[in-house]
Nanobody, 119 residues
């Protein structure tokens, strides 16, 4: 079984910073894509950033403020969020496309971590 466990959410003032982490564990054969999505109240879940071995993608709304990085040795992806705005308030979900040791390839989701930007 594969699991994604997130950490690092919380309450921060506008202009502040937070760093989210997501560790994948279990019977992992290979990880293809890791990324972050978010869902604000009353809105659809949206892509924030993803990373593969040769490409990184960001939503326009976070470019220049958020940085995604990945530690392959730890099967962990990070999201450094700087210059946070109230509109960044949402539940942030980790996402990964993983081939397990049974060779089944599928997408996994974390449980979500709340990020609140407020004065």
């Amino acid at each position: 079984q594969v699991q994604l466990v997130e950490s690092g959410g919380g309450l921060v003032h506008p202009g502040g910073s937070l760093r989210l982490s997501c560790a994948a564990s279990g019977n992992i054969f290979n990880i293809y894509v890791m990324g972050w999505y978010r869902q604000a109240p009353g809105k659809q879940r949206e892509l924030v950033a993803t990373t593969t071995s040769d490409r990184t993608t960001y939503a326009e709304s976070v470019k220049g403020r958020f940085t995604i990085s990945r530690d392959n040795a730890k099967n962990t992806v990070y999201l450094q969020m700087n210059s946070l705005k109230p509109e960044d308030t949402a539940v942030y979900y980790c996402n990964a496309e993983i081939r397990s040791s049974t060779l089944i390839r599928r997408v996994y989701w974390g449980q979500g971590t709340q990020v609140t930007v407020s004065s």
